[in-house]
């Protein structure tokens, strides 16, 4: 519950390893992350766009030295939506364990995370932040190639196995905020 005034939301987390190259899992959770919650993914044209229940819907992993998250955070636009949202939320990823996602989208997918990736080095700061951010976790600037090269690894069958091993109940931990009682949240 919090006193003063704000839109509703509802975050959730889910625990991850530490970064690794050693195997594609990382890259697999970026995928993830762009599959489900991408402006053009099925999940966001349903909760932003079609039904306007949702102001915005994100979702990523974060590369950490020691074991970290996958969070969403979704803004609701009115409390009684804040279940629906998570259920939908539920929903897709289920879909992501369930069902393995389309060969092609997955190659578009990954292209259009590696392009975004090289379109980012286009300073001198944004290379060096790169590089700083590989040296904290590995010690070596050619864990950027390496984790570049993962990417093309990532198959359907790894999404799959990503997306069990991460979005499971004991794995989890959901906050909602909104003004005055927030309502119950049913798992």
Do not use: C
Not at 172 to 187: D, F, H, I, S, Y
Request: no cysteine; charged share 25%; aromatic share 8%.
């Amino acid at each position: 519950d919090w006193p003063n005034p704000t839109r509703p939301y509802v975050l959730m987390g889910y625990h991850t390893p530490a970064f690794t190259t050693a195997t594609v899992d990382f890259p697999a959770l970026d995928i993830i992350g762009e599959l489900l919650f991408s402006e053009a993914a099925p999940l966001y044209q349903e909760l932003v766009v079609k039904q306007q229940i949702a102001d915005f819907i994100s979702g990523s992993a974060e590369d950490h030295r020691d074991p970290y998250l996958f969070m969403i955070t979704a803004r609701v636009k009115d409390s009684d939506a804040l279940a629906k949202v998570q259920a939908a939320v539920q929903e897709h990823m289920n879909r992501l364990k369930t069902a393995p996602v389309e060969a092609a989208r997955l190659r578009r997918v990954t292209a259009h995370l590696r392009n975004r990736f090289t379109q980012s080095m286009d300073t001198p700061d944004a290379v060096a932040d790169t590089q700083s951010h590989y040296l904290s976790l590995t010690g070596s600037v050619g864990t950027i190639n390496e984790v570049f090269r993962r990417y093309q690894e990532v198959t359907p069958a790894d999404i799959q196995r990503v997306a069990k091993q991460t979005f499971r109940t004991e794995n989890e931990t959901v906050v909602t905020l909104a003004q005055g009682k927030t309502p119950e949240v049913k798992q």
